[in-house]
């Protein structure tokens, strides 16, 4: 792995020099986009406005508008912005694990610890694990400043960075309904939801589709027209809801037998 950040983290004087790595990948199938006319490649190319000239990488620079022209930013400006939050993963202060809604998870980095910051690494990770907490932190990666959460993944320190509020839309501008449900039909969504409860297995889950449609490329590179798997996606009516329960439960209790 490469490392995406190099910093340190802190909390209260504690000092850890640490470097942040990607804890995630994404496994979608590269594919290309193409004129359906003739199966060439697409491409993007960055081109002058004014000129309809391709401008090249190393001609290009950021600049933000500013009445009738730019204030062109150069990299330091934006390290200086806040050269803290640029260099240091800053713990504020430390919560339980259950008070963060999943919501506002977005990706997880883990930290490894650079030279010198051994002990203090393992300092605060056997902290952590002791105590059950997770560090809020903020810090400055790739010209943003990240909400985050520092926890501990398998014996290794894990940055969860997570979303602002005012990142989070107001789940009130949703058209949600307000029909009745019977008593009954709760209590057997209740039986059924501890039917299927069980302890959570991460091993147990496998991302299927690139699978299964790196399975359909294949076909129909050889000229076979590929499996579709049937699925019926009918909408439960407000009157089958018991009917469909009851079934559930049965078919939870068979499966168990």
Not at 49 to 71: L, M, R, S
Not at 174 to 194: F, G, N, P, W
Not at 203 to 214: E, G
Request: charged share 40%; proline share 2%.
């Amino acid at each position: 792995m490469r490392s995406i950040w190099n910093g340190s983290i802190s909390f209260g004087l504690v000092s850890i020099p640490v470097k942040l790595y990607s804890g995630s990948e994404d496994r979608r199938i590269d594919l290309d986009m193409l004129d359906k006319n003739d199966h060439a490649r697409i491409r993007y190319k960055r081109v002058n406005e004014d000129t309809g000239k391709e401008v090249e990488w190393k001609d290009i620079v950021k600049g933000y508008k500013k009445d009738d022209g730019y204030v062109i930013l150069e990299k330091e400006d934006f390290d200086q912005a806040n050269m803290k939050k640029t260099k240091t993963i800053d713990i504020e202060e430390f919560i339980d694990e259950d008070e963060v809604a999943d919501v506002l998870f977005k990706k997880p980095y883990f930290l490894e610890p650079q030279k010198e910051g051994g002990k203090s690494y393992n300092l605060l990770l056997q902290a952590l694990k002791k105590t059950g907490k997770l560090g809020v932190a903020t810090f400055v990666m790739r010209q943003k400043e990240h909400l985050s959460l520092v926890g501990i993944y398998r014996d290794a320190l894990v940055l969860h960075v997570i979303r602002f509020e005012d990142e989070i839309r107001n789940p009130g501008e949703l058209k949600l309904t307000k029909t009745k449900v019977k008593a009954k039909e709760v209590d057997m969504a209740v039986s059924l939801i501890e039917q299927y409860t069980s302890d959570f297995d991460f091993k147990k889950y496998k991302d299927i589709y690139n699978d299964q449609l790196m399975k359909i490329i294949e076909s129909k590179a050889t000229g076979k027209k590929p499996k579709v798997e049937e699925y019926d996606s009918e909408p439960t009516q407000a009157d089958d809801l018991m009917a469909k329960l009851k079934a559930s439960l049965e078919k939870k209790k068979s499966k168990a037998s």
